[in-house]
């Protein structure tokens, strides 16, 4: 697509579940990005994946959080048994290239799952 | 530890003027520096990317240099628009390999009609 696809837009679920995050990067994007932007928090890294591998995952803040990219495209954020805290935005990024090169190219960003845990 | 700061965390102007907004970083160990705006409920669009080779980026009316050695960039923004208004966010990449952006907390920009 022309942009990075984010769904669902707004998720409102009680504490204790599980949700699952969709992200849908620029086509030919093989970097995608994962970050978290909360209140008093800012912008914060969660995982990195080149192609389906995730070679940065320092930012996943518990086990509760878990991500996987198939087909070197689409990537699932998936946390389980939500908690208060979790509430956030969730931004999803793509940029090109592969291994070092894509450290000089530009991130690209979706408008993110606004989350809202009950 | 990077550590990325803006200022100021918010700017009221009228149309018309010209503005610059600050970033500063704590190390200057950096791949590169990208500014991006964010509208209210809405993603980050990115502004520009400048490499630390480089010392200023262009876009229609934005201009933005690095200092790498001194730890600060600025967005210039001239003739400014009441369209201008959103928060902007400077982010760097350490030089480490690390793939993530590091983010300051923002500059809100009103631009008064």
């Known amino acids: 697509g022309a942009g990075v696809s984010q769904s669902p837009s707004n998720k409102v679920t009680e504490k204790g579940k599980d949700v699952e995050l969709r992200c849908d990067p620029i086509?030919?994007?093989?970097?995608l990005y994962w970050y978290r932007q909360s209140l008093g928090q800012g912008l914060e890294f969660l995982i990195y994946f080149q192609g389906n591998s995730a070679p940065d995952k320092s930012g996943l803040p518990s086990d509760r959080f878990s991500a996987e990219r198939t087909g070197g495209s689409v990537s699932t954020l998936t946390i389980q048994r939500t908690q208060q805290e979790d509430s956030a935005v969730y931004l999803c990024?793509?940029?090109?290239?592969?291994?070092?090169?894509?450290?000089?190219?530009?991130?690209?960003f979706g408008d993110g799952t606004r989350l809202s845990i009950l | 530890k990077q550590e990325v700061t803006q200022i100021p965390a918010a700017l009221s102007v009228p149309e018309g003027e010209n503005l610059v907004l600050n970033c500063s970083f704590t190390d200057s160990a950096i791949y590169n520096l990208q500014w991006f705006r964010q509208d209210p409920g809405k993603g980050l669009t990115s502004l520009l990317l400048i490499q630390s080779s480089q010392r200023e980026q262009t876009s229609g009316r934005l201009n933005a240099s690095l200092d790498k050695s001194s730890g600060r960039s600025t967005l210039y923004i001239a003739a400014s628009q009441p369209g201008d208004s959103a928060t902007y966010l400077c982010a760097v990449r350490r030089l480490d390999s690390s793939y993530k952006l590091i983010f300051g907390s923002g500059t809100r920009l009103l631009v008064r009609p």
């Open positions: 990024a793509s940029s090109l290239g592969t291994g070092g090169v894509s450290l000089s190219q530009p991130q690209h």
């Open positions: 086509s030919g994007h093989t970097a």
